[in-house]
């Protein structure tokens, strides 16, 4: 160890001494071959470094995609998820569409009078037998089979009644040849009459406001509020599209009510989804008049005249002082009116251009165009 050592420091010697003995031009060639190893090293490091470095950003960059492509697939499935909900909600329900009556309702019926025809039958052999001195064992055997022939014909026919009329298909939605007639090519479930004989205008307003508000429209279900007025002879007329606009004291351009037939139609509609809004509707003689006057009522009183008769809600002043803007909903042109939060509350447009649809909802509006054409195509 200790020849090791001095031998080191020998060497150590031998390069200090030749250092010192050489002369300026070699020491300027040393110095200069150890600066360009050093830069060798110094530019190798750098290019080792930068090379980590884009590995590491390339794999960010994967990993950051990954991590995209996995978000958007749980969004993806999700939305799926809420869709499939939604769907089977409406499946639930629309099965449901144009029962007119209920199967607990049909049952108790039914049981009510079997019962009756079965203590009727019973009475009437127990008057045979007293009449005839048949035994009760006999009264018995007579009643047992008739009893057994009634209830596998009431099995047959419940089981056929249940079949034809609550199996989920389109024979159970009312059609037009059972639901209420209009002139205009819609299907209506319900209706209700609304007298407004008598009545000054502020409480016929209020009487309007009250039955669209306060309608019971089951889901799924176009409800008619039928406005009717006592005519020259006493029977009951229906209120004229230029009699309803008086009545709730409207302010509408003339282009528009006398481009208006006198057919009204002022109703509830209740979607599949919930969505409830009232609904006007009116048959249009000229379009290009009726559509001038519109954009005028829209300019001047028109969320003021019908706003709160349509949506139930009252309109404030952002809303009175809001422009309706273009809006294509179920491939028709529509004017709509939003409120501050982007939300339309207020739509109407031309089917056909012959009849002027008014209403608060986008779902609701949907429906309506929906029935027309469903209409006009049976």
């Known amino acids: 160890m200790a020849d090791q050592n001095n031998n080191q420091n020998l060497s150590v010697k031998r390069y200090a001494a030749r250092i010192a003995m050489e002369g300026e031009a070699e020491k300027v060639r040393r110095e200069a071959e150890e600066k360009a190893a050093r830069d060798k090293e110094i530019a190798a490091e750098l290019i080792k470094q930068k090379e980590l470095d884009k590995a590491a950003a390339a794999e960010r960059v994967i990993k950051d995609k990954l991590e995209e492509e996995a978000r958007e697939k749980r969004a993806a499935d999700e939305a799926s998820s809420k869709i499939k909900t939604e769907v089977e909600k409406i499946k639930t329900v629309g099965a449901q569409i144009g029962t007119l009556r209920t199967l607990k309702r049909d049952m108790d019926e039914l049981i009510r009078n079997q019962s009756i025809s079965l203590a009727r039958i019973a009475m009437e052999e127990d008057a045979r037998r007293r009449a005839g001195g048949a035994t009760g064992q006999q009264t018995r055997n007579w009643l047992t089979l008739l009893a057994s ?107 528009l009510t006398r481009s208006l037939n006198k057919e009204m139609l002022l109703g509830v509609l209740n979607t599949l989804i919930g969505a409830k809004s009232g609904v006007l509707i009116f048959n249009v003689e000229s379009y290009q008049n009726a559509f001038a006057g519109m954009l005028n009522w829209e300019q001047g009183s028109m969320v003021k005249d019908i706003y709160e008769t349509v949506t139930s809600n009252s309109a404030d002043d952002f809303l009175i002082t809001k422009k309706f803007e273009d809006l294509v909903l179920n491939n028709q042109d529509t004017r709509v009116l939003k409120n501050e939060n982007g939300e339309t509350v207020l739509i109407y447009g031309f089917l056909n251009g012959q009849n002027l649809v008014i209403t608060g909802k986008t779902e609701v509006f949907n429906e309506v165009v929906t029935r027309f054409r469903n209409s006009l195509n049976q």
């Not at 040849?177 to 002139?183: C, H, S, V």
């Open 149 to 255: 022939l009634i209830l596998i014909a009431s099995g047959l026919g419940i089981g056929g009644y249940i079949y034809l009329n609550y199996k989920p298909s389109e024979e159970n939605i009312p059609s037009t040849e059972t639901a209420e007639k209009t002139i205009f090519p819609i299907t209506i479930e319900t209706k209700k009459e609304l007298s407004l004989s008598g009545l000054p205008s502020e409480k016929a307003i209020s009487e309007i406001k009250n039955a669209v508000s306060g309608s019971d429209v089951a889901a799924g279900n176009l409800q008619r509020i039928k406005l009717t007025k006592k005519s020259d002879t006493g029977d009951a007329a229906d209120i004229t599209s230029q009699e309803f606009f008086t009545i709730i004291g409207s302010s509408a351009p003339g282009d």
